[in-house]
């Protein structure tokens, strides 16, 4: 089994530095991606179908996650 480290306060910090049109990418494929495998269980895609459709920064916000469009830097 190979296990990888997510720290994820880096990838926080990318998402804040970030342009408002990138930060749901960086957190759907640096943060989520490696997690792939589970979503794909629970049929969560990655990236919705059509504009606004269920993906897994939609399945966060149900979750109760905080979206990467509402985290900036102050």
């Known amino acids: 089994m190979k296990v990888n480290r997510l720290y994820s306060p880096d990838i926080y910090r990318k998402?804040?530095?970030a342009?408002?049109?990138?930060k749901d990418d960086i957190y759907?494929?640096?943060m989520m991606m490696p997690?792939?495998?589970k979503w794909d269980i629970y049929h969560i895609p990655m990236t919705p179908k059509y504009p606004g459709g269920y993906d897994i920064i939609m399945a966060n916000r149900m979750f109760g996650l905080a979206s990467?469009?509402?985290i900036d830097g102050s």
Request: hydrophobic share 25%; glycine share 6%; charged share 45%.
């Open 15 to 17: 998402i804040m530095l």
């Open 35 to 37: 997690f792939k495998g």
């Open 19 to 22: 342009d408002q049109d990138k």
């Open 68 to 70: 990467p469009s509402d």
């Open 28 to 30: 759907r494929y640096d």
